[in-house]
């Protein structure tokens, strides 16, 4: 199973728009590297199904845990 797709396969599969997935971004609801990134040498996005699934689900990332939350 592929972890990684591009922006508009994400879309397809989940029915979300790109604006949608950009204010997740913006907002700090999904996290640049984790949950999106842009890997060098490609044009557009790409999300992360493993974990976008962890989001929805309530799960924190796994570079997060033992991180307060709020807090850098």
Known sequence: MLH?????KYCELSGE?????SGRLR???WLR???ARQ???SSGLWVNLRAVN??????LPAQMHGQ???KS
Do not use: F, N
């Open 27 to 29: 907002a700090g609801k």
């Open 54 to 59: 962890d989001w929805a689900e309530g799960k």
């Open 39 to 41: 890997p060098e040498g």
């Open 33 to 35: 590297d984790i949950h």
């Open 17 to 21: 728009t790109p604006d949608a997935v």
């Open 68 to 70: 307060a939350v709020g």
């Open 4 to 8: 990684w797709v591009r922006l508009s």
